[in-house]
Protein backbone atom coordinates (compact mmCIF):
# COMPACT_ATOMS: atom_id res chain seq x y z
CA UNK A 1 0.00 0.00 0.00
CA UNK A 2 1.71 3.39 -0.86
CA UNK A 3 1.83 6.28 1.64
CA UNK A 4 -1.98 7.87 2.17
CA UNK A 5 -1.82 11.44 2.43
CA UNK A 6 -4.34 11.30 5.83
CA UNK A 7 -6.21 8.69 7.26
CA UNK A 8 -9.35 8.27 9.66
CA UNK A 9 -11.71 5.88 10.57
CA UNK A 10 -15.41 5.19 8.51
CA UNK A 11 -18.28 3.76 8.86
CA UNK A 12 -20.91 3.01 6.38
CA UNK A 13 -22.61 5.90 5.06
CA UNK A 14 -20.34 8.56 6.41
CA UNK A 15 -19.68 11.28 3.45
CA UNK A 16 -16.58 11.81 2.61
CA UNK A 17 -16.30 14.45 0.48
CA UNK A 18 -17.40 15.84 -2.51
CA UNK A 19 -17.19 13.88 -5.79
CA UNK A 20 -16.72 16.91 -7.61
CA UNK A 21 -13.18 17.13 -5.47
CA UNK A 22 -11.76 13.34 -5.77
CA UNK A 23 -12.57 10.21 -7.30
CA UNK A 24 -14.62 7.09 -5.36
CA UNK A 25 -12.46 3.65 -4.67
CA UNK A 26 -12.58 0.12 -3.26
CA UNK A 27 -15.28 0.39 -0.44
CA UNK A 28 -17.04 3.72 -1.05
CA UNK A 29 -20.08 4.90 -3.59
CA UNK A 30 -21.45 8.46 -4.73
CA UNK A 31 -24.71 9.45 -2.90
CA UNK A 32 -26.25 12.67 -3.43
CA UNK A 33 -23.05 13.86 -5.33
CA UNK A 34 -20.87 13.19 -2.17
CA UNK A 35 -18.19 9.98 -2.06
CA UNK A 36 -19.90 7.66 1.24
CA UNK A 37 -18.27 4.91 2.82
CA UNK A 38 -19.57 1.87 2.04
CA UNK A 39 -17.93 -0.23 4.65
CA UNK A 40 -16.54 0.27 7.89
CA UNK A 41 -12.77 0.84 7.98
CA UNK A 42 -9.68 2.96 7.56
CA UNK A 43 -10.23 5.69 5.13
CA UNK A 44 -7.11 6.48 2.54
CA UNK A 45 -6.69 9.51 0.23
CA UNK A 46 -3.94 8.75 -2.46
CA UNK A 47 -3.50 11.81 -4.80
CA UNK A 48 -7.40 12.13 -6.73
CA UNK A 49 -8.57 9.06 -5.23
CA UNK A 50 -10.22 8.11 -1.72
CA UNK A 51 -10.90 4.44 -0.63
CA UNK A 52 -11.97 2.84 2.43
CA UNK A 53 -9.63 -0.49 3.21
CA UNK A 54 -11.28 -3.03 6.01
CA UNK A 55 -8.69 -6.07 6.84
CA UNK A 56 -7.53 -8.00 9.58
CA UNK A 57 -4.17 -6.33 9.83
CA UNK A 58 -6.17 -3.02 9.68
CA UNK A 59 -8.51 -3.50 12.29
CA UNK A 60 -5.53 -5.15 14.47
CA UNK A 61 -4.74 -1.52 14.16
CA UNK A 62 -7.52 0.01 14.89
CA UNK A 63 -7.87 -2.11 18.01
CA UNK A 64 -5.11 -0.97 19.55
CA UNK A 65 -6.34 2.58 18.98
CA UNK A 66 -9.67 1.56 21.41
CA UNK A 67 -7.94 -0.22 23.67
CA UNK A 68 -5.05 3.07 24.36
CA UNK A 69 -8.17 4.85 24.29
CA UNK A 70 -7.28 7.11 20.72
CA UNK A 71 -10.31 5.83 19.12
CA UNK A 72 -13.62 5.74 21.40
CA UNK A 73 -17.28 4.97 21.13
CA UNK A 74 -18.07 8.60 21.06
CA UNK A 75 -15.11 9.30 18.62
CA UNK A 76 -16.50 6.48 16.82
CA UNK A 77 -20.02 8.03 16.55
CA UNK A 78 -18.89 11.63 16.26
CA UNK A 79 -16.91 10.59 12.78
CA UNK A 80 -20.30 9.26 11.29
CA UNK A 81 -21.13 12.69 10.66
CA UNK A 82 -21.39 14.15 7.13
CA UNK A 83 -21.38 17.58 8.48
CA UNK A 84 -18.80 19.13 11.17
CA UNK A 85 -21.24 21.79 12.03
CA UNK A 86 -21.59 22.16 15.99
CA UNK A 87 -24.89 22.89 16.23
CA UNK A 88 -27.28 21.33 18.12
CA UNK A 89 -30.27 19.49 16.11
CA UNK A 90 -33.09 18.04 17.64
CA UNK A 91 -34.34 14.46 16.36
CA UNK A 92 -37.67 14.65 14.65
CA UNK A 93 -39.81 12.26 13.15
CA UNK A 94 -38.21 10.45 10.01
CA UNK A 95 -35.04 12.03 10.55
CA UNK A 96 -32.22 9.19 10.69
CA UNK A 97 -29.70 8.84 13.50
CA UNK A 98 -26.61 7.43 14.94
CA UNK A 99 -26.85 6.58 18.49
CA UNK A 100 -24.49 4.24 20.31
CA UNK A 101 -26.35 1.50 23.01
CA UNK A 102 -26.35 2.17 26.52
CA UNK A 103 -27.54 -1.07 28.11
CA UNK A 104 -30.60 -3.58 27.25
CA UNK A 105 -33.63 -5.56 28.50
CA UNK A 106 -35.69 -8.34 26.77
CA UNK A 107 -38.22 -6.24 25.82
CA UNK A 108 -35.59 -3.18 24.33
CA UNK A 109 -32.80 -1.43 23.89
CA UNK A 110 -31.75 2.32 25.27
CA UNK A 111 -29.69 4.19 22.90
CA UNK A 112 -27.68 7.69 22.96
CA UNK A 113 -28.33 10.03 19.81
CA UNK A 114 -25.42 11.65 19.08
CA UNK A 115 -25.85 12.32 15.50
CA UNK A 116 -28.98 13.33 13.50
CA UNK A 117 -29.41 13.55 10.01
CA UNK A 118 -25.48 13.86 9.61
CA UNK A 119 -25.32 16.85 12.26
CA UNK A 120 -23.60 16.31 15.53
CA UNK A 121 -25.33 16.49 18.63
CA UNK A 122 -22.84 18.93 20.03
CA UNK A 123 -24.66 20.15 23.42
CA UNK A 124 -26.85 17.10 24.44
CA UNK A 125 -27.27 13.79 23.52
CA UNK A 126 -30.63 12.04 23.30
CA UNK A 127 -31.91 9.12 25.36
CA UNK A 128 -33.84 6.96 23.12
CA UNK A 129 -35.29 3.34 22.90
CA UNK A 130 -35.60 0.57 20.24
CA UNK A 131 -37.98 -1.62 21.27
CA UNK A 132 -38.09 -5.31 20.15
CA UNK A 133 -41.17 -4.68 17.69
CA UNK A 134 -39.19 -2.32 16.24
CA UNK A 135 -35.94 -3.79 15.56
CA UNK A 136 -37.23 -5.67 12.05
CA UNK A 137 -40.25 -5.92 9.64
CA UNK A 138 -40.06 -9.65 9.51
CA UNK A 139 -40.85 -12.27 12.46
CA UNK A 140 -41.21 -10.00 15.03
CA UNK A 141 -42.20 -12.72 17.56
CA UNK A 142 -38.83 -14.25 17.24
CA UNK A 143 -36.40 -10.80 17.77
CA UNK A 144 -34.22 -10.57 21.01
CA UNK A 145 -33.03 -7.76 22.14
CA UNK A 146 -30.03 -9.45 23.70
CA UNK A 147 -29.23 -10.81 19.99
CA UNK A 148 -29.78 -7.67 18.15
CA UNK A 149 -27.86 -5.45 19.96
CA UNK A 150 -25.16 -4.99 22.66
CA UNK A 151 -23.46 -1.91 25.23
CA UNK A 152 -20.99 0.15 22.90
CA UNK A 153 -22.81 -0.46 19.65
CA UNK A 154 -23.39 2.11 17.11
CA UNK A 155 -26.64 2.08 15.77
CA UNK A 156 -28.24 4.07 12.76
CA UNK A 157 -31.91 3.78 12.96
CA UNK A 158 -34.52 5.98 12.17
CA UNK A 159 -37.09 8.09 14.98
CA UNK A 160 -40.40 6.80 14.56
CA UNK A 161 -42.35 9.11 17.38
CA UNK A 162 -41.23 11.49 19.96
CA UNK A 163 -42.28 9.06 22.65
CA UNK A 164 -42.68 10.45 25.78
CA UNK A 165 -40.80 12.94 27.78
CA UNK A 166 -38.17 10.80 28.62
CA UNK A 167 -37.13 9.16 25.18
CA UNK A 168 -37.40 9.16 21.54
CA UNK A 169 -38.69 5.94 20.08
CA UNK A 170 -36.29 4.41 17.44
CA UNK A 171 -36.95 2.08 14.80
CA UNK A 172 -33.94 -0.16 12.53
CA UNK A 173 -36.57 -2.30 10.68
CA UNK A 174 -34.94 -1.76 7.43
CA UNK A 175 -32.23 -3.56 5.60
CA UNK A 176 -30.19 -0.26 5.50
CA UNK A 177 -30.58 -0.37 9.56
CA UNK A 178 -29.04 -1.64 12.66
CA UNK A 179 -25.47 -1.87 13.97
CA UNK A 180 -22.85 -0.47 11.89
CA UNK A 181 -19.98 -0.45 14.38
CA UNK A 182 -19.35 -3.26 17.10
CA UNK A 183 -17.00 -4.52 19.39
CA UNK A 184 -16.67 -8.53 19.84
CA UNK A 185 -16.63 -9.98 23.47
CA UNK A 186 -12.41 -9.36 22.95
CA UNK A 187 -12.53 -6.47 22.26
CA UNK A 188 -11.91 -6.40 18.75
CA UNK A 189 -13.08 -4.18 16.06
CA UNK A 190 -15.66 -6.78 13.89
CA UNK A 191 -17.10 -6.44 10.31
CA UNK A 192 -20.57 -7.64 9.56
CA UNK A 193 -20.74 -11.02 7.28
CA UNK A 194 -24.30 -11.52 7.09
CA UNK A 195 -28.04 -9.41 7.80
CA UNK A 196 -27.72 -11.16 11.79
CA UNK A 197 -23.82 -11.65 12.24
CA UNK A 198 -20.72 -9.80 12.47
CA UNK A 199 -17.56 -11.46 12.47
CA UNK A 200 -13.96 -11.14 14.57
CA UNK A 201 -11.34 -11.24 12.29
CA UNK A 202 -8.53 -11.98 14.60
CA UNK A 203 -10.23 -14.70 16.62
CA UNK A 204 -12.66 -15.74 13.58
CA UNK A 205 -15.65 -15.58 16.18
CA UNK A 206 -19.14 -14.66 15.02
CA UNK A 207 -21.48 -12.88 17.30
CA UNK A 208 -25.29 -11.67 16.36
CA UNK A 209 -26.21 -8.32 15.92
CA UNK A 210 -29.28 -6.59 13.50
CA UNK A 211 -26.93 -5.50 11.23
CA UNK A 212 -26.79 -2.15 8.64
CA UNK A 213 -26.41 -3.37 5.11
CA UNK A 214 -23.47 -1.49 3.70
CA UNK A 215 -24.58 0.92 1.00
CA UNK A 216 -23.43 -0.61 -2.25
CA UNK A 217 -21.02 1.08 -4.89
Known amino acids: MT???HTQI???????????QT??????HIHNGDICASVAGEVVTRKDEICVVTSATSAEDDNDAWKNGSITNDTATSAAATSISASN???CVNATVLARVTRTTT???????TVVDGRVCADNEFPALIRVQDVRATEKDSVKIGESFRPGDVVRGVV??????SNYYLSTASNHLGVVLAKSE???VMFPVSWREFCDP???KRESRKVAKPYES
Not at 23 to 28: A, D, F, K, S, V
Not at 107 to 113: E, G
Open 202 to 204: VNG
Open 23 to 28: RPGQGT
Open 107 to 113: RQAHVSI
Open 10 to 20: AIPGQSLGSAK
Open 160 to 165: ISLGDQ
Open 3 to 5: TAD
Open 89 to 91: TLP
Open 186 to 188: SGN
